[in-house]
Nanobody, 129 residues
Framework: VQLVESGGGLVQPGGSLRLSCVAS????????MGWTRQVPGKGLEWVSG???????YYTNSVKGRFTISRDNAKNSVSLQMNSLIPEDTAVYYC????????????????????????WGQGTQVTVSS
């Protein structure tokens, strides 16, 4: 299983970036795919997930600004990030969980979560003027 992210960079507040993740060694059509992020010195934060059937989930802090999508033909997943704010600055990791007879996504309070099993190497996103 290999996940390779691209698309990170430096952007001004209010700007947009599109992250892409290409998978190899497995078919994303059998997986819940998603994105997590990490700020140095802080824990991993769950950002977004998308089921194989296209259902999407977002953490509240990015809802309405980020959009996750998948392209099974290209074995890839993307994250369109709009209206970026400095608090979005982090290393973003593509992640995957093979779907089975248990739901991939569950809730902790009002926040969706998914116990991903594989991650990419990460891509840096910096939001700064």
């Amino acid at each position: 299983v290999q996940l390779v992210e691209s698309g990170g960079g430096l952007v001004q507040p209010g700007g947009s970036l599109r992250l892409s993740c290409v998978a190899s060694g497995f078919s994303v059509s059998d997986y819940t795919m998603g994105w997590t992020r990490q700020v140095p010195g802080k824990g991993l934060e769950w950002v977004s997930g998308i089921y194989s059937d296209g259902d999407t989930y977002y953490t509240n802090s990015v809802k309405g600004r980020f959009t996750i999508s998948r392209d099974n033909a290209k074995n890839s997943v993307s994250l369109q990030m709009n209206s970026l704010i400095p608090e979005d600055t982090a290393v973003y990791y593509c992640a995957a969980r093979k779907e089975d007879n248990r739901p991939s996504v569950y809730y902790v309070g009002e926040e969706p979560r998914c116990d991903f099993g594989s991650w990419g190497q990460g891509t840096q996103v910096t939001v700064s003027s």
